[in-house]
């Protein structure tokens, strides 16, 4: 019947006029209308609801997509087309929704991560309760994000006939493609299960000091695929997320924040090291980056020439126990060089008995020339 009345009044337009220009305002109708419902939530929700601010804006382009596909499925019927492009046009309605609905997925993940998270300051001082958390959850949330995508686009993929059949064979069989692509997905599922692996055991934390291939940073990120290291000067060590699995590595923070750092001294045998371990107090308790559990200084080894001082002092956090080492060694140097000079290092040399007696002989012949 409504066809019927829209080829009355419209029987003049081309065919192809109709459907498009009805898809055209469908779509317009859709995002005045969103629009609308844009202004009314900002109006409704203002200043005082951030986190529901927060949603709304993350969910405005799914929303807009809805409004579309509602408004264009309740058109199609009114058009003027052939079973062929009703079919065409179910479909893509159908497609658009899969997507909706993996879009959809995607946003209550984030969103859900977020509000979880919202309880926790990985800058605060004490972050390890913290820090653990973070980990757990966005590494979760990323490996449910790969997940969804992946399930989504397999869904939209299963609504053409041709890709059906095949991914039905597929799964079905144990043939020679199955197992291309078996392997081929093995490094996304190896990183993927990794992930999962780290999320519940937690070898490494975000904002971790790690020492990794012999280079020493902090993780930055963790994504589904590999693991961000900042390193000390501002570099980027990129590993796979399955390294931190399968290889031994380093965690400075793996229990605490804490560490103690080490300060190596050379200095000559007479040495006072009583003094020199006074002193090493003195610095410590004058530092803002000691945290008052360990100071202390032991004579660790012993050359030919020098013994070596070792310096031990402890820091909240490895940035701090850095720079208190440098501290530490900056100013034991200047201790050693204003008021000890006769400890610092020295060469000795010994002479062997012939130049000995050449240097008696010389000696002897000075005096009896004057």
């Not at 159908?94 to 993996?102: P, T």
């Not at 000390?232 to 699995?245: A, C, N």
Request: glycine share 6%; charged share 20%.
């Amino acid at each position: 019947m409504l066809q019927a009345v829209t080829s009355f009044y419209f029987g003049a337009m081309p065919d192809w006029l109709l459907p498009v220009g009805l898809a055209l305002g469908a779509i317009a109708v859709a995002i005045v209308l969103h629009s609308a419902l844009v202004a009314t939530m900002r109006r409704w929700i203002g200043v005082n609801h951030p986190y529901l601010r927060s949603v709304f804006t993350n969910t405005k382009g799914a929303t807009r997509l809805a409004l579309i596909i509602i408004i264009v499925s309740l058109a199609v019927p009114v058009a003027p087309l052939s079973d062929g492009v009703q079919s065409f046009f179910s479909r893509a309605l159908g497609l658009a929704f899969i997507i909706l609905a993996g879009w959809v997925a995607l946003i209550a993940t984030k969103i859900a991560a977020d509000f979880y998270l919202r309880r926790f300051d990985v800058l605060a001082d004490d972050n390890l309760l913290a820090r653990k958390h973070y980990t757990q959850v966005r590494i979760l949330q990323r490996a449910a994000e790969t997940l969804i995508v992946i399930v989504t686009v397999g869904a939209a993929l299963m609504t053409f006939e041709a890709v059906r059949q095949y991914g039905i064979s597929l799964f079905a069989s144990a043939g020679v493609a199955g197992l291309v692509v078996a392997l081929a997905a093995r490094p996304v599922f190896a990183n993927l299960i990794a992930g999962v692996q780290i999320a519940m055991t937690q070898p490494i934390r975000v904002y971790d000091a790690v020492v990794v291939e012999g280079e020493w940073g902090w993780i930055e990120e963790i994504t589904s695929a590999f693991v961000v290291i900042k390193l000390w000067d501002w570099r980027r060590l990129v590993v796979p997320l399955s390294y931190f699995i399968e290889k031994p590595f380093q965690n400075w923070t793996r229990e605490n924040a804490s560490i103690i750092g080490t300060v190596l001294v050379h200095a000559d045998y007479t040495v006072p090291v009583d003094r020199v371990r006074d002193k090493l107090k003195e610095i410590a308790k004058a530092s803002p980056l000691w945290d008052g559990q360990v100071v202390n200084l032991q004579v660790t080894d012993a050359t030919e020439g020098t013994v070596e001082l070792r310096a031990l002092v402890s820091a909240r956090t490895s940035p701090a126990a850095w720079d208190l080492r440098c501290e530490v060694r900056e100013k034991l140097i200047a201790f050693l060089q204003e008021e000890l000079p006769g400890s610092l290092p020295r060469v000795r040399a010994s002479m062997s008995d012939g130049a000995v007696r050449r240097r008696r002989v010389s000696e002897a012949n000075v005096e009896h020339a004057s």
